[in-house]
């Protein structure tokens, strides 16, 4: 089975209160699971390592094979498409859990989308925010 995942996390303020949106594609482009969760005090950068990691673990748990991941961060796809090193040291251990999972998959591409190609995941991440306050 091959999934399309479509993650963002961000921060009220940098850091911040912060919450996670995924969403999760099937092979006919229907959205088969949403996840909006809060995750308290932390950087936008280290929230969007969080969202991608909800989504390859939930990704696992469906059996996927395939797997095309769609972030709005270009530091976390560069970073993991390995064109950027990773010098912040907490980023360093979300990367290792992103990089650990996305070894479970036949196949994993990272791609990185502008914000507007990703307002589903952006929506459950202001609602997680504002939930979680």
């Known amino acids: ?3 399309k995942t479509y993650t963002d ?3 009220s303020g940098n850091p911040g209160p912060a919450g996670i949106g995924v969403v999760i594609r099937d092979q006919e482009n229907k959205i088969i ?5 809060y995750i308290g005090e932390t950087t936008n950068n ?6 991608l ?3 390859l673990e939930k990704a696992k748990k469906m059996e996927a094979q395939e797997i095309d991941c769609y972030l709005d961060s270009e530091l976390v796809v560069k970073q993991l498409n390995r064109e950027y090193k990773v010098k912040d040291k907490d980023l360093g251990l979300l ?4 990089w650990n999972l996305s070894q479970g998959f036949k196949k ?3 791609h990185h989308i502008p914000r507007e190609k990703n307002k589903e995941a952006d929506a459950l991440v202001k609602k997680a925010i504002k939930e979680g306050r």
């Open 95 to 98: 990367f290792i859990k992103a």
């Open 46 to 51: 280290q929230a969007e390592y969080q969202a």
């Open 108 to 110: 994993i591409n990272f």
């Open 9 to 11: 996390g961000g921060a």
């Open 53 to 55: 990691i909800l989504a």
């Open 1 to 3: 089975m091959k999934l």
């Open 33 to 37: 699971a949403e996840y909006s969760k």
